[in-house]
Structures are given as C-alpha cells and as structure tokens.
C-alpha cells in the first residue's frame, strides 16, 4: 500500500495483495512481473495506478505471468505510460502483458497513452480471462492483441484512438459485448489464423474497417451497429498455412455510413446478412450474400 517507487525490475514470485489508493511510480523501462497469485482490490474512488516517475519516460510492462497467477483479480486499475519489456529472455510486448495463465479477472481497468511496441494489452498463451470495463485509449498500434488463447471475454468495454487494431485475434477465441470502438487506425476487430469471435450488443464506427475476417477465422455478430467505417466487413486469405479465407454472418443489426456500405468478400470466403438494416449506399464485391 501507499506510494512504490519501482526503479529496476520488480518479479513478485509470492502472492500479492495490492491495497486501495496504492500508486506505483515505475522510472524508465522498468516493469513489475507478478508471477503468482494477485488480488489488486482498488476502488472507483481509490483505484491502484502504474504511472511513469518521470513524466517524459516510457516504463516498461505489468505482466501476469505463469500458472500460479491462476485466479488473480485486478480492480479498479489505471495503468498510465508504459510500453513493453524483455524480462529474464522473455518478450512482453505491451504495457498489460497476461501470459500463460487461466481464470483472471479484470474489472474497471483504464490503459492508456504507450508507447515503442506493438500492443497495449497483450494475451498469449492464455484462457478463461475476463475483462468487465476494459477502457483503452491512445494505443500506439494495436489496443488488444490476443495470440492462441481461448475463451477471452470482453464487456462493458471501450477503445478509443488506436494507431492500428483496436483488437487482433490470431488462432484465438474470444466472446465480445457491449462493446465500444472507435476511431481505429486500420480495422477495428480483425479476426485472423482460424480463430472464432461472437460479437453482440456492440457498435464499432469512424475506422478503416469494421470486422475483417481471414485464414479460416469465423465470425457473427449479433444486434451490433457498424458505422461510418471506410470498409464495414470484409474477408480474405493472407496465410496460405491456413487454406482458406474468412467468414462472416451479421445477424439483427445495422449497418450505416453517409458515404457507402463498402462488403468485401473474397471467392474463397463469404458475408453472410441477416434480418440487418442497411442504412444509406450499398456497394458489395466478391462473395457478400444479403438474406432478408
């Protein structure tokens, strides 16, 4: 508890708990491992914040790492300036690192303004983990990157300005609602190497792409709200490992822009619409199939 000056690298090997208000002052590229179980209980008044020493120096990354940190809770979080790290040979490639471990849960988490690596949050080897409150601002490319994990789920969440995706799924499963994105550099969810998203309940608007799926990835989305994006759903082959292209079914939502409705979809993948409102120009390519 209290104020915690991190000014090298800090790997937390016992159980932690983290007490309401606790504010960590981390100096340049340093970065805190926990690599057994974490119960980090802030309050919305109170929360537990990372932030940088020194205001004009990146630090490096949280990370939950190995099968010990099974069951941790983070509650009430800010993290604040961090980027990534190389820790005992080990890459972390964002500021919120969740590694090789299962049963997490987050709730009330703001990450914002990283810097120098690919990701904001990234989660790799991982399942069961779960996000209620997931707010992302200013990513410096990707806000979410999820690599061969299963059942990741996200609700009651917003990324707002990501550089590149707001989320990336590779050889992944993910559950996603009430969600928010917006103003992402490239798509705001791309689904990618055989992975499986459901996303419902959720808008993503003002990208370059909505939801693109590839390499055998499948995707529907249910009661969602595709807006103003400059591409709103595409699929294609990128990977040939895979064989095969994306697919897309959007059921019982919408999809609007003031300029065009732009549907890619490739011979070897397809868009499948149901019971879906168009709103405003239409322009389909490839195989985008419209079931009213």
Do not use: C
């Amino acid at each position: 508890e209290g104020d915690i000056f991190v000014n090298n690298n800090l790997i937390l090997k016992k159980e932690v708990k983290i007490k309401k208000g606790t504010t960590f002052y981390l100096s340049e590229d340093a970065s805190i491992i926990f690599k057994n179980k974490v119960l980090a209980e802030g309050t919305s008044d109170n929360p537990i914040i990372f932030k940088r020493n020194d205001k004009y120096k990146k630090w490096g990354t949280i990370a939950i790492h190995g099968a010990k940190t099974k069951g941790s809770l983070f509650k009430n979080i800010v993290i604040d300036g961090g980027s990534g790290d190389t820790v005992d040979g080990i890459n972390y490639f964002s500021s919120l690192s969740v590694h090789s471990t299962q049963n997490i849960n987050f709730k009330n988490i703001l990450v914002k303004n990283n810097s120098n690596y690919d990701d904001m949050v990234h989660i790799v080897y991982s399942s069961n983990i779960n996000f209620d409150q997931l707010n992302l601002m200013n990513a410096h490319k990707d806000a979410i990157d999820i690599d061969i994990s299963e059942n990741i789920y996200f609700k009651n969440s917003k990324i707002f300005n990501s550089g590149n995706d707001g989320l990336d799924l590779m050889d992944s499963s993910a559950i996603i609602d009430k969600t928010f994105i917006t103003k992402t550099g490239d798509k705001g969810i791309s689904v990618g190497e055989g992975s499986k998203l459901n996303l419902s309940n959720s808008t993503i608007e003002n990208s370059n792409y909505g939801v693109a799926s590839k390499d055998g990835s499948k995707v529907n989305i249910y009661n969602t709200l595709l807006k103003d994006n400059n591409i709103q759903l595409s699929t294609y082959q990128k990977n040939w490992r895979y064989g095969d292209s994306g697919f897309i079914e959007i059921k019982n939502s919408k999809i609007s822009s003031k300029k065009e409705n732009l549907l890619i979809g490739d011979n070897n993948g397809n868009i499948k619409i149901l019971s879906t409102n168009i709103d405003g120009q239409l322009r389909k390519e490839g195989n985008v199939f419209i079931l009213q």
